[in-house]
């Protein structure tokens, strides 16, 4: 009854005239992020977000649920048409996108493709708005140690799962914490890490660090690997008719696949594609056309992968715990707005944060509006030359950057954070903990002191409480169980060797 | 160079920064101390971690195909024009920098068509001073091509 009231009392809000540009320009610029291969929905919201500092907090984060949701759509445009995936979510739409396109068969590839990637946002926002405020309800009754496990929970599943080699995650994490503590330290006032520079006392900005790791290194792989050049799969004009009942029961089981695989952190709209498509191939009589060109191998990936934009932020606005890069980024621009992820959000906010969880919603809608009147036009941002648009992206961070505090420090700042990331990348090492350790690092080392002060420096308080015990449990499996993993897939070829 | 190679160079650089965030944080007393402490103790142990299974698939693997000379060319040639792009703004504001920067890096990485190389960096230029210098009125650099103009 709550939740009613509260999505009743938003939804004024929301179709404000302000909220609803947003949102449209939200989604046709995700949509064309999304379209461009390369480009991320994390890298595109990164850019943005210097954009919204003047807007009213709403307008900026319908302007954000547009980017996510079309983003993950847009990927799909240059899967069907090009054989590259516009965003990783994209890579499983490519198994029977392209196909499809090289039958001539473009235009129903992309149909399918956008109303799946409408349900799937559709259904997804519904969860976060069902899910999301009973778990914030919970998460009000968590102490500074359960909080310290939480936060550290977060860091770690993100470290070991993101990367191949956890060594290179905990490493990437350990970046970010260090970044955290730059500046004065609010509890003690003592200054960490500043090196006597003035412009470090107040430590680095998020959004310094979002643009630099999420939008320098893009823009340097479209400047170096000239992704516009592969060649277009035809497009017959004339389109086929589709009867829609027999993707039904497709829909229903990959958006529930998509949510779950959202609301679990470091697993992401990659993961989510990749198992849909292949339940649905298993499920069907008619595997063998999967592969093919089989309109159902394009709706079960890309239902999956939008199915997991909301589910994500589920963790992440009820307990502050991102569970992805774009997660993340996100929370950044909750906090660019003065807003506070997390429980107390629901109770101080609920206006912004149940018209936030409806735009998710809204913008679902706006995409399958948008990508159905406007496709001639996305195909077309294929032929964008990437020569052109790498610079763009470099001038776009630039003036976003400075526009925070006119800085040209934080430009330099941005700069050097691009060029880690982009060599960060090269090593495999994933930036995305980074960034996580950034938001959580302050919150584990605030939550731990505060346990501390009220113990009266006994760690005993740290393991007192059952949710503590919880949370503890499920650190030692996100670290046990890659361990185990690897350790069996050693003994059989241990025992081949034998 | 082999990529395990260029790995262990960069473990061990990592492992020296550690050493010298470990140093730095032994100044920060208190409770400011023990995180910074905690961190850059457990960077340096992972740092050495990463040595030492550089150093082993170095081992393993002598020969590996290296990053192509083209690919590594353009990528410094483009973070190079980045940085003297970012340099170059104080002196001559933002939009006269990014107005030459745009047309040189593009035509510089090998695009050709010359209307749209000069047409779309000045439909750019226009629809950035539009949004940022006339909508959120953000005070950038002054601008030499304004002051040409007679416009600053």
Same mark, same amino acid.
């Given at each position: ?100 396109? &090289?039958?001539? $068969? ?123 050049? &592969? ?48 339940? $649905? ?62 429980? &107390? ?154 | ?41 457990? !960077? ?7 040595? +030492? ?19 590594? !060319? ?22 006269? !920098? ?47 091509? +304004? ?6």
């Amino acid at each position: 009854m709550d939740i009613l009231n509260h999505i009743m009392a938003a939804l004024p809000l929301i179709f404000s005239l302000e909220v609803i540009i947003a949102m449209i320009l939200g989604t046709a610029v995700g949509i064309t992020v999304g379209a461009l291969p390369g480009l991320s929905a994390t890298m595109g919201i990164a850019v943005l977000i210097p954009l919204t500092f003047t807007m009213e907090p709403l307008v900026a984060l319908g302007m954000v649920a547009g980017i996510y949701n079309g983003a993950m759509y847009g990927g799909s445009i240059p899967a069907i048409l090009l054989r590259i995936p516009g965003t990783p979510a994209g890579i499983a739409t490519v198994f029977d996108g392209y196909p499809m396109a &090289q039958k001539g $068969q473009a235009p129903l590839a992309l149909k399918v493709s956008l109303a799946s990637s409408a349900i799937g946002s559709a259904v997804s926002a519904v969860a976060l708005l069902l899910l999301a405020p009973p778990l914030a309800a919970i998460a009000l009754k968590f102490g500074p140690a359960d909080y310290f496990w939480l936060a550290l929970f977060g860091m770690t599943t993100i470290a070991v799962l993101l990367s191949n080699n956890p060594a290179k995650g905990l490493l990437s994490t350990c970046l970010g914490l260090v970044v955290g503590m730059v500046g004065i330290d609010a509890m003690t006032g003592a200054e960490r890490f500043t090196f006597g520079s003035m412009d470090l006392l107040s430590g680095i900005n998020i959004i310094v660090l979002l643009t630099g790791l999420f939008a320098i290194p893009p823009a340097i792989d479209l400047a170096v690997k000239r992704l516009s050049e &592969q060649k277009e799969a035809p497009i017959d004009k004339k389109e086929d008719r589709i009867r829609w009942k027999p993707f039904i029961p497709v829909w229903i089981k990959s958006s529930i696949m998509g949510v779950v695989i959202g609301i679990i952190p470091a697993l992401g709209g990659n993961v989510a594609a990749v198992l849909a498509w292949n339940e $649905q191939r298993r499920s069907d009589p008619d595997n063998d056309q999967y592969g093919k060109g089989e309109p159902k191998g394009v709706a079960a990936p890309e239902c999956a992968n939008n199915a997991d934009t909301a589910a994500t932020l589920i963790p992440a606005l009820t307990l502050g715990i991102p569970g992805s890069a774009v997660a993340a980024v996100i929370l950044g621009a909750l906090l660019v707005h003065g807003l506070r992820p997390g429980p &107390q959000l629901f109770r101080d906010d609920p206006e912004i944060v149940f018209g936030f969880m409806l735009t998710m919603f809204v913008t679902a809608i706006l995409m399958f509006v948008i990508g159905r009147f406007g496709a001639r036009a996305f195909v077309h941002v294929l032929k964008a030359p990437t020569t052109l648009l790498a610079p763009m992206i470099i001038c776009l961070a630039v003036v976003g950057i400075y526009s925070i505090h006119n800085s040209m420090f934080e430009v330099w700042l941005m700069l050097f954070f691009g060029l880690l990331g982009y060599g960060m990348e090269r090593l495999d090492i994933p930036t995305a903990p980074a960034v996580l350790a950034v938001i959580l690092g302050p919150m584990a080392e605030e939550s731990l002191r505060r346990a501390l002060l009220i113990s009266g420096g006994s760690f005993d308080y740290l393991v007192k409480s059952w949710i503590s015990w919880i949370i503890i449990a499920m650190i030692a499996m996100t670290l046990i169980v890659p361990l185990w993993k690897r350790l069996r897939r050693l003994q059989p070829s241990r025992g081949d060797q034998e | 160079m082999p990529r395990p190679l260029i790995e262990l160079v960069c473990a061990l650089l990592v492992g020296g920064l550690c050493i010298a965030g470990f140093v730095e944080a032994t100044n920060y007393t208190g409770p400011s101390g023990y995180l910074p402490k905690a961190v850059t103790v457990f !960077a340096l142990l992972l740092s050495l971690i990463w040595a +030492l299974q550089s150093a082993l698939s170095l081992q393993k693997r002598k020969k590996e195909a290296s990053q192509e000379p083209m690919s590594l !060319a353009r990528t410094a040639l483009f973070m190079g024009s980045s940085l003297a792009y970012v340099v170059a703004i104080p002196f001559i504001g933002y939009f006269t !920098a990014t107005l030459v920067f745009i047309p040189a890096v593009a035509s510089t990485l090998g695009y050709r068509k010359l209307r749209i190389l000069l047409g779309a960096p000045l439909v750019f230029v226009i629809a950035l001073y539009i949004l940022f210098s006339l909508v959120l009125q953000v005070q950038l650099p002054e601008e030499l091509l +304004l002051q040409l103009v007679g416009i600053r």
